[in-house]
């Protein structure tokens, strides 16, 4: 079993920038995919991007150029880090790890972006 917590969340302004962490725990191997989704109110839960155990990173258009996944496989952490941050990335992020062909979520952490 795998158990991920997000944290990093909260109010920020519009041009801000924000760091998001989750940490793993439980049995976890060293082949994996970790990701951050995204689910802003009345829309549907949208993928951000994913980093594997190799740091290949992959990113959505709408982060593309203005985001950062970075991993600590040491600490079983992985990071989000968005910058020039909109209203529209208002939602809660939730974080994910993939192995052996199952994908656990976290709980999930509130972004608003707000003046």
């Known amino acids: 079993q795998v158990q991920l917590v997000e944290s990093g969340g909260g109010l920020v302004q519009p041009g801000g920038s924000l760091r998001l962490s989750c940490v793993a725990s439980?049995?976890?191997?060293?082949?994996?995919?970790m990701a951050w989704y995204r689910q802003a109110p009345g829309k549907e839960r949208e993928w951000v991007g994913s980093?594997?155990?190799?740091?290949?990173?992959n990113y959505a258009n709408s982060v593309k150029g203005r985001s950062t996944i970075s991993r600590d496989n040491a600490k079983n952490t992985v990071y989000l880090q968005v910058n020039s941050l909109k209203p529209e990335d208002t939602a809660v992020y939730y974080c994910?790890?993939?192995?052996?062909?199952?994908?656990?979520w976290g709980q999930g952490t509130q972004v608003t972006v707000s003046s």
């Open positions: 994910t790890l993939t192995q052996l062909g199952r994908k656990y």
């Open positions: 980093i594997t155990s190799s740091d290949t990173t």
């Open positions: 439980g049995t976890i191997f060293s082949i994996n995919v």
